[in-house]
């Protein structure tokens, strides 16, 4: 285990670690709203913040966090308030969003074409020991509120009429929501890169579900999952000279397809099980009971 | 004042959505352990005025009390059980008819841990409306009927006066009307007090008070229920006069 006595190498796993945490955390409460691409969407806006940072000469990671949280607050207001044409407004962003942080990386006197490809697929070498800093207390934000507030967030996305209803603040829940995904965004940067972001949060929890029943199981499974597939991903990176951000989504992938060929079998049996219990007390039941129900029309 | 109290009072309700107005003027009141179902075609405003009631359509005029708070003032919300019009209680990610019920809690206890007095109110919603065994289902493995008897248990977790249901009814297969109705007869014995939307009075007839029919956003009927003489004398089939000749047929079966 050589790599464990390079410095940069350590830096690079713990990173690793933080965002395979902290990435499904967040992509299971926008799988649950069904926004599972708002992360991609992030990642493009995250992109002029790492343009900005190179320009002005100041911590892309900060910038990237500000123009995330940002962006990832216009879409929620965007989604929340938009009439009919949301998707276009939200094109809008994503696609300005990429072209100015080429344009003002491109402008700038340090940055480069190269610089910007480690933060739009990720890489090793580059996680400076200030990185780790930023991305230890953002990931402190997001362990914070995904966990800490799951009652909460798991209402608001289950059900957001409802849980308005319940009095719940849900306006300032879902803007937290999307604050948290782009924190998670920045602390995912340097590690999978913006363009592979939003498949950390998404994949994971597909491939928790595929074997789980409850919102809790798919939560642990998932964020297992993240770890062990950054982890992994990470280490292959090191000994292969391979692209860190894509070795960890094929491995993502990877297993989402291995719990899926583990879940058939399962399902299968589930299914049949719940047949046999519903035929045990549906069955006396006659399938029109009420003649009231054939002379509706 | 009436002599006795009421947990509702809308009088002179108007909203519209988008240009179109859905309520003209609409009053509506239901006292204390009162069940009062709300009937109407489809495209009445039946379902505008519950959601007014519960603050999620802004009204253009006219006023709402609940126990007797204007409806702006009002943040009791614990007190109120709201049943939404849904085919699923299913999201995109499994959850359990336990985690769903839970939520429900939340108007009870908005923030910390829920003590053991909370899991056990989610416990008797759950046994409420005959589903214990399967609490630790995915509630996506459920058929029509169990989602909305998911829904209901999600409503009666806080343990509400107020029962606030849309069309609790629409898709339920007969052994869950028959749970549901019971669930609903058990609640008004304890006193909670019910507005239910409904298109047809089913096996819930006997349990209702008062009917309140609306037609294009206006009420034209408050009163005992309109017997049910065949399907055709039920208010929800009203909507075939010859004179609605400008509107689209609605057949009342696409709820």
Known sequence: MEMLDLAFMQRALLAAVLVGITAPAVGIYLVQRRQALMGDGIGHVAMTGVGLGFLLNSSPVWMATLVAVVGSVAMELIRAYGKTRGDLALALLFYGGMAGGVLLINLSPTGSNANLSSYLFGSLSTVSSEDITAIAILAAFVVLVTVGLRRQLFAVSQDEEFARVTGLPVRALNLLIAVTAAVTVTVAMRVVGLLLVSALMVVPVAAAQQLSKSFRTTFVLAVATGITVTLAGTATSYYQDVPPGATIVLYAIGVFVLLTLLATPLAKRRARAAEAGAESCDAPLPPRPRTSDDVQV | MTARESVISVRGATATLGARPVLRGVDLTVHRGEVVALLGANGSGKSTAVRSVIGQVPL???RIELFGTEQKRFRDWA?????????TAASGVPATIREVVASGRLSRRRFGWLTKADKAAVEAAID??????????SVSALSGGQHQRVLIARALASEPELLIMDEPMAGVDLASQEILASTLREQVAGGTSVLLVLHELGPLEPLIDRAVVLRDGCVVHDGPPPEAVGQHALP?????HPHAAGEPLRTGLLT
Do not use: E
């Not at chain 2, 007190?79 to 085919?87: A, D, E, I, K, L």
């Not at chain 2, 409420?128 to 289902?137: C, E, F, N, P, T």
């Open chain 2, 60 to 62: 253009t005029g006219g």
């Open chain 2, 79 to 87: 007190r109120v059980g709201y049943v939404p019009q849904r085919t």
């Open chain 2, 128 to 137: 409420l409306v005959g589903l214990s065994d399967r609490a630790k289902d």
């Open chain 2, 236 to 240: 929800g089939h009203d909507h075939v």
